[in-house]
């Protein structure tokens, strides 16, 4: 959402429950509109992006005639868009609404010791993308101390470095590093980290310090010493 004006209008459709009792909803931020289904799709976007106003589109004035129970993104979604770049408040086109659906994501888990984080996607190149965040990454590297740390998948099967480029590694070799997305992401080097490392969606990486004795910092803040 960064990287488009304010005030874009965005519409989603990725929609299996059409026509079914989920919601068409109109949202809006600081930033932007966001017009779709009830069904989780904003999840993502509005754990960055805080709403400020919320509706059901109930108002049928604002929709296409007869719309199709198998066509929302067509008949309900892209006339409320169009409505909405006109100017019309999103109070008039729908009732206010308090809580949306929100999806189950999983959550890193952090400690000194390292974060355990999940793997969300696989893209088509076979890299396998995390929900550890570059931002979560630092916080916890600055709270605790931690100088070189690693990359622990497949079970503990492979330790990896964590690097800036494709091209840190030699062509064929794995390593960790922080993505378009800047989220951690298992790659390799010229191939597919899905195969090589056999991962797959809901697996489990380990950020971890290499260090097994805390440093004199950390120990005061966990009362070691």
């Known amino acids: 959402m960064d990287y488009f004006p304010?005030?874009?209008?965005?519409?989603a459709v990725v929609d299996p429950g059409v026509g079914t009792v989920r919601?068409?909803?109109a949202v809006r931020t600081a930033q932007a509109f966001f017009v779709g289904p009830d069904n989780g799709i904003f999840t993502l976007v509005l754990q960055r992006h805080k709403p400020l106003q919320m509706v059901w589109l109930d108002r049928p004035q604002y929709h296409l005639p007869n719309p199709s129970a198998t066509f929302h993104g067509r008949d309900i979604f892209a006339p409320v868009a169009a409505h909405i770049a006109r100017g019309v408040a999103l109070e008039d086109l729908g009732t206010s609404i308090?809580?949306?659906?929100?999806?189950?994501?999983?959550?890193?888990?952090v400690d000194w010791?390292?974060?355990?984080?999940?793997?969300?996607?696989?893209?088509?190149?076979?890299?396998?993308?995390?929900?550890?965040?570059?931002?979560?990454y630092e916080a916890w590297r600055?709270?605790?101390d931690v100088k070189e740390p690693v990359v622990e998948v497949a079970a503990g099967r492979a330790l990896l470095p964590i690097g800036r480029t494709y091209a840190d590694v030699p062509h064929g070799q794995p390593l960790a590093l922080f993505g378009s997305s800047e989220r951690l992401e298992i790659a390799v080097n010229g191939g597919s980290a899905a195969q090589m490392?056999?991962?797959?969606?809901g697996d489990t990486v380990r950020v971890l310090r290499r260090e097994s004795?805390?440093?004199p910092r950390v120990q005061r803040?966990?009362?070691l010493e």
Do not use: S
């Open 213 to 215: 004795t805390p440093p």
């Open 221 to 223: 803040a966990l009362n």
């Open 23 to 25: 919601k068409p909803i």
């Open 197 to 201: 490392l056999h991962l797959r969606r």
């Open 142 to 144: 600055t709270r605790w």
């Open 98 to 109: 308090t809580r949306l659906q929100r999806l189950p994501l999983p959550r890193i888990r």
């Open 113 to 136: 010791l390292g974060i355990r984080a999940t793997v969300v996607h696989i893209d088509r190149f076979g890299n396998a993308i995390t929900n550890l965040t570059y931002t979560d």
């Open 6 to 11: 304010e005030g874009t209008i965005h519409v």
